[in-house]
């Protein structure tokens, strides 16, 4: 219905619940009066329900017949007053009814206030909240013994939350002849949007569910339904009764224009999306190979089309992430290059440039928006794609370790004791082509070992401890070494954990002085600290001198590796120069070359006995051709 | 301490294995700052650093690669510890070697670490002067390659009017 310059829908929708077998609340729709409410009736058998039925009667009547003459906070204070009258006059008549009543929540919004304004009055815990630009707030406050004593500061918020008295009125309508009525008047901007609803509502319903739907921009009568789902999801323990009332259409927000707009103007320009992946070669990719061009480019294009449409819609970008994903395994299971895969969403990148181009010949401002959204869709497409990467990254180091293992345990130890290399996960992924002599004791030191081995064993298994107690918590590098070493010794006879340790070790770090000092820094405390240790345990010489030497030997395995996982890695630079060398000495053959020919040319065109210069390398000189011979020196 | 090290040195020949692979000069080098660490003391960290960065130094000014320091570092350490554990009865003075032993492998893995990094810093600073250098010789090539053709064209068309004025044209 029209109000003035801000139109007013409202729409309201009640549900039994779960759990209770009738449905004691009571909805009050008039729009032309401009009269809403919600009321939640109590008492034994039908008593609620007429409790509640009563007072909507009651507030309606009395606002119908006095809508003129009072001012509209008297008139909803007093229509209240009415109805806990008519409430408590009925439980009197009847002895079925006694002890009956109900909470209200009212709202009036009277047609000839400018600019509009509601009126909002209430008794009990029925509560009534406003929706303004995004945010919501409660505009009533429950009537219930545990918020008089929250408000009056007697308990606290975690108290009130677990209160034995939580759920019950301190004020209804009904179980006295008067109550006190607490009246709000707000003033109503255009986009607002009122939720009156009963305690089954916000008691099963999160406070940021109901925002949500609040603010989903749908229209009130949908809203007022998904939130009784919403309810009936969270558990639906009690009846449930929202009333949504809306003040006139806010202006859309960007999201909602690409979600309606957007989604629509993206939609009719679908042929255009697909003429223009034709253009940029879509139809000749290898990911298109085996099947006719047109149902190619439909598939690939079309499908991402769609997808984009459906994320648009609806603000997501599942469709696209899927669409990615599937296009992405099927290409790569049949062994397909990655560098294929990017130049398609490259493609599709351009095509889609191409259509939101077109769009902002008309519209600017949606053009903009669908930028963004078109470029996080091509975002979600490459993340897919780079998980299904990541994914497969995985198999492969999974496959290589499993090989690996196999491998050993054909030839556990060869001709040199040697195993090629070592796959545990790691980055950089060096494989070091430096080999790793034994090292610890045999079976390490978690092998059961007796005697003078297992003595030292333990010694060392205490140095280590002693070492990383005394490392500080925030020193990770050298925490971090500690632990490489201890594997080491206690996997001494297996060279494969040294690398796989070291290449740990140095993880990601640069291939410079930054990378590598704070690393070789940290080896050395570490040494300075086991050699402390090794003095502070209480062992015989003989054993502190063993465990030394096994931990001093492990940790010169440990850097050695690491220096020459380092030197693997430098090693390309080198190499490449060398290849740029060989590549520049052919160029300036080439070119002395070209030099020489040019040279006979000019000869030639000269005649015999003619003078041509050479133009030095590099240089773009034009030679000089004497008609004549050249003057002699006047020397 | 000077005492220890003088029967560490007296190690030598054993460690550097003289009667099997004949005196190495290379590994020398190492022994000889293991000794150095055991004069100062592992504390006089400076002063070995130094000393183990001129071995450094030396070797590779002798051609040797990094690789193969590191490796011939590792052979004298375990040599060294052996020899150690055989020659001395008192484990302190064996647990002083070794913990000197360790410093020094320590050191001489991050100078090599150091120099390995600033070669490849400077290797990739002369590929780049390289390939700035290629790109103005396909310059060149390209522009001499024009000019030839241009000759050669001109060749061709003097070549044909000259036929032409002779009366040779064919018919």
Same mark, same amino acid.
């Given at each position: 219905?029209?109000?003035?310059?801000?139109?007013?829908?409202?729409?309201?929708?009640?549900?039994?619940?779960?759990?209770?077998?009738?449905?004691?609340? +009571?909805?009050?729709?008039?729009? @032309?009066?401009?009269?809403?409410?919600?009321?939640?009736?109590?008492?034994?058998?039908?008593?609620?329900?007429?409790?509640?039925?009563?007072?909507?009667?009651?507030?309606?009547?009395?606002?119908?017949?006095?809508?003129?003459?009072?001012?509209?906070?008297?008139?909803?204070?007093?229509?209240?007053?009415?109805?806990?009258?008519?409430?408590?006059?009925?439980?009197?008549?009847?002895?079925?009814?006694?002890?009956?009543?109900?909470?209200?929540?009212?709202?009036?919004?009277?047609?000839?206030?400018?600019?509009?304004?509601?009126?909002?009055?209430?008794?009990?815990?029925?509560?009534?909240?406003?929706?303004?630009?995004?945010?919501?707030?409660?505009?009533?406050?429950?009537?219930?013994?545990?918020?008089?004593?929250?408000?009056?500061?007697?308990?606290?918020?975690?108290?009130?939350?677990?209160?034995?008295?939580?759920?019950?009125?301190?004020?209804?309508?009904?179980?006295?002849?008067?109550?006190?009525?607490?009246?709000?008047?707000?003033?109503?901007?255009?986009?607002?949007?009122?939720?009156?609803?009963?305690?089954?509502?916000?008691?099963?319903?999160?406070?940021?569910?109901?925002?949500?739907?609040?603010?989903?921009?749908?229209?009130?009568?949908?809203?007022?339904?998904?939130?009784?789902?919403?309810?009936?999801?969270?558990?639906?323990?009690?009846?449930?009764?929202?009333?949504?009332?809306?003040?006139?259409?806010?202006?859309?927000?960007?999201?909602?224009?690409?979600?309606?707009?957007?989604?629509?103007?993206?939609?009719?320009?679908?042929?255009?999306?697909?003429?223009?992946?034709?253009?940029?070669?879509?139809?000749?990719?290898?990911?298109?190979?085996?099947?006719?061009?047109?149902?190619?480019?439909?598939?690939?294009?079309?499908?991402?089309?769609?997808?984009?449409?459906?994320?648009?819609?609806?603000?997501?970008?599942?469709?696209?992430?899927?669409?990615?994903?599937?296009?992405?395994?099927?290409?790569? @299971?049949?062994?397909?290059?990655? +560098?294929?895969?990017?130049?398609?969403?490259?493609?599709?990148?351009?095509?889609?440039?191409?259509?939101?181009?077109?769009?902002?010949?008309?519209?600017?401002?949606?053009? +903009?928006?669908?930028?963004?959204?078109?470029?996080?869709?091509?975002?979600?497409?490459?993340?897919?794609?780079?998980?299904?990467?990541?994914?497969?990254?995985?198999?492969?180091?999974?496959?290589?370790?499993?090989?690996?293992?196999?491998?050993?345990?054909?030839?556990?130890?060869?001709?040199?004791?040697?195993?090629?290399?070592?796959?545990?996960?790691?980055?950089?992924?060096?494989? +070091?082509?430096?080999?790793?002599?034994?090292?610890?004791?045999?079976?390490?030191?978690?092998?059961?070992?007796?005697?003078?081995?297992?003595?030292?064993?333990?010694?060392?298994?205490?140095?280590?401890?002693?070492?990383?107690?005394?490392?500080?918590?925030?020193?990770?590098?050298?925490?971090?070494?500690?632990?490489?070493?201890?594997?080491?010794?206690?996997?001494?006879?297996?060279?494969?954990?040294?690398?796989?340790?070291?290449?740990?070790?140095?993880?990601?770090?640069?291939?410079?002085?930054?990378?590598?000092?704070?690393?070789?820094?940290?080896?050395?405390?570490?040494?300075?600290?086991?050699?402390?240790?090794?003095?502070?345990?209480?062992?015989?010489? =003989?054993?502190?001198?063993?465990?030394?030497?096994?931990?001093?030997?492990?940790?010169?395995?440990?850097?050695?590796?690491?220096?020459?996982?380092?030197?693997?890695?430098?090693?390309?630079?080198?190499?490449?120069?060398?290849?740029?060398?060989?590549?520049?000495?052919?160029?300036?053959?080439?070119?002395?070359?070209?030099?020489?020919?040019? =040279?006979?040319?000019?000869?030639?065109?000269?005649?015999?006995?003619?003078?041509?210069?050479?133009?030095?390398?590099?240089?773009?000189?034009?030679?000089?051709?004497?008609?004549?011979?050249?003057?002699?020196?006047?020397? | 301490?000077?005492?220890?090290?003088? *029967?560490?040195?007296?190690?030598?020949?054993?460690?550097?294995?003289?009667?099997?692979?004949?005196?190495?000069?290379? !590994?020398?080098?190492?022994?000889?700052?293991?000794?150095?660490?055991?004069?100062?003391?592992?504390?006089?960290?400076?002063?070995?650093?130094?000393?183990?960065?001129?071995?450094?130094?030396?070797?590779?000014?002798?051609?040797?690669?990094?690789?193969?320091?590191?490796?011939?570092?590792?052979?004298?350490?375990? *040599?060294?510890?052996?020899? !150690?554990?055989?020659?001395?009865?008192?484990?302190?003075?064996?647990?002083?070697?070794?913990?000197?032993?360790?410093?020094?492998?320590?050191?001489?893995?991050?100078?090599?670490?150091?120099?390995?990094?600033?070669?490849?810093?400077?290797?990739?600073?002369?590929?780049?002067?390289?390939?700035?250098?290629? *790109?103005?010789?396909?310059?060149?090539?390209?522009?001499?390659?024009?000019?030839?053709?241009? *000759?050669?064209?001109?060749?061709?068309?003097?070549?044909?009017?000259?036929?032409?004025?002779?009366?040779?044209?064919?018919?």
């Amino acid at each position: 219905m029209s109000r003035g310059a801000i139109v007013i829908e409202a729409a309201g929708s009640t549900d039994v619940g779960k759990v209770r077998a009738g449905n004691e609340d +009571s909805l009050l729709v008039d729009l @032309d009066l401009g009269l809403y409410g919600v009321f939640d009736g109590m008492g034994g058998a039908k008593a609620g329900e007429v409790a509640s039925q009563t007072a909507r009667d009651a507030v309606l009547a009395y606002v119908t017949a006095n809508a003129d003459q009072l001012p509209p906070m008297d008139l909803v204070e007093n229509s209240l007053l009415h109805a806990c009258a008519a409430v408590f006059d009925a439980a009197r008549a009847d002895r079925s009814l006694h002890g009956m009543g109900t909470t209200a929540v009212v709202c009036f919004v009277p047609e000839v206030h400018r600019p509009r304004s509601a009126v909002i009055a209430h008794v009990g815990d029925s509560r009534a909240y406003l929706w303004r630009q995004g945010r919501m707030s409660q505009l009533t406050r429950d009537h219930t013994i545990v918020a008089e004593l929250l408000s009056r500061g007697m308990i606290s918020v975690e108290d009130a939350e677990n209160h034995p008295y939580k759920n019950v009125l301190s004020r209804n309508l009904g179980a006295k002849f008067e109550a006190a009525v607490d009246v709000v008047a707000i003033d109503l901007r255009a986009g607002d949007r009122l939720l009156l609803c009963s305690d089954g509502l916000f008691g099963f319903a999160s406070n940021e569910g109901i925002q949500y739907l609040l603010g989903s921009g749908d229209a009130a009568a949908d809203v007022a339904r998904d939130l009784i789902e919403l309810a009936l999801r969270g558990g639906g323990g009690d009846n449930i009764t929202t009333l949504v009332i809306e003040a006139g259409a806010a202006p859309a927000s960007n999201t909602q224009v690409v979600r309606t707009t957007g989604a629509a103007s993206w939609w009719q320009e679908q042929p255009r999306f697909v003429a223009a992946a034709r253009a940029q070669g879509l139809g000749r990719s290898p990911l298109c190979r085996g099947l006719p061009p047109e149902e190619a480019i439909e598939l690939v294009a079309g499908s991402f089309c769609e997808a984009l449409f459906h994320d648009l819609e609806k603000s997501t970008g599942v469709n696209v992430w899927t669409f990615a994903q599937n296009l992405g395994a099927g290409w790569l @299971d049949h062994g397909g290059d990655w +560098s294929v895969l990017r130049a398609v969403l490259d493609t599709l990148h351009a095509a889609a440039v191409e259509v939101v181009d077109a769009i902002r010949v008309e519209e600017r401002r949606l053009a +903009s928006l669908l930028d963004i959204a078109v470029a996080r869709a091509l975002i979600v497409a490459e993340l897919a794609v780079g998980n299904l990467l990541a994914d497969r990254l995985r198999g492969v180091e999974r496959e290589l370790v499993f090989l690996h293992a196999v491998a050993a345990a054909a030839e556990p130890h060869g001709e040199s004791g040697r195993l090629p290399f070592s796959d545990d996960p790691t980055i950089p992924f060096l494989r +070091s082509k430096r080999g790793v002599s034994t090292v610890g004791l045999d079976g390490g030191l978690d092998g059961g070992l007796d005697g003078e081995e297992g003595t030292t064993a333990r010694a060392v298994r205490e140095v280590l401890t002693i070492a990383r107690a005394a490392v500080p918590s925030d020193a990770l590098l050298v925490q971090r070494s500690i632990a490489a070493l201890e594997a080491i010794a206690v996997h001494g006879e297996d060279p494969p954990a040294v690398i796989a340790e070291a290449r740990e070790l140095y993880g990601m770090r640069t291939l410079d002085d930054v990378g590598l000092q704070p690393l070789f820094e940290a080896l050395e405390r570490v040494r300075l600290l086991f050699t402390a240790a090794v003095h502070q345990t209480r062992h015989p010489e =003989a054993t502190k001198a063993r465990a030394l030497r096994l931990v001093s030997t492990c940790h010169q395995r440990l850097v050695a590796t690491v220096t020459g996982l380092l030197l693997d890695a430098v090693a390309p630079a080198t190499e490449r120069l060398r290849d740029a060398q060989r590549t520049t000495a052919q160029l300036r053959a080439e070119l002395e070359r070209l030099e020489r020919r040019r =040279a006979e040319l000019e000869r030639a065109a000269l005649g015999p006995g003619a003078f041509a210069p050479v133009a030095p390398h590099g240089e773009d000189t034009v030679p000089v051709v004497w008609d004549t011979p050249p003057p002699e020196d006047p020397r | 301490m000077s005492e220890l090290v003088e *029967r560490v040195a007296v190690l030598r020949d054993e460690v550097l294995d003289v009667s099997g692979v004949g005196a190495s000069d290379a !590994c020398a080098e190492i022994f000889e700052a293991v000794l150095s660490a055991l004069t100062l003391g592992t504390e006089s960290i400076a002063g070995i650093d130094v000393t183990v960065q001129d071995s450094v130094a030396r070797r590779l000014a002798w051609g040797d690669s990094e690789s193969q320091l590191l490796a011939d570092a590792e052979w004298l350490f375990d *040599r060294l510890l052996i020899a !150690c554990e055989r020659a001395f009865r008192d484990h302190d003075d064996q647990m002083v070697v070794i913990e000197a032993a360790t410093g020094v492998s320590v050191m001489l893995s991050r100078a090599l670490a150091r120099h390995a990094v600033a070669r490849a810093a400077r290797d990739r600073a002369s590929r780049l002067r390289e390939e700035m250098a290629q *790109r103005q010789l396909l310059d060149a090539v390209d522009k001499q390659a024009q000019r030839i053709a241009e *000759r050669e064209r001109e060749l061709a068309e003097r070549a044909g009017e000259a036929r032409d004025g002779d009366g040779l044209t064919e018919r």
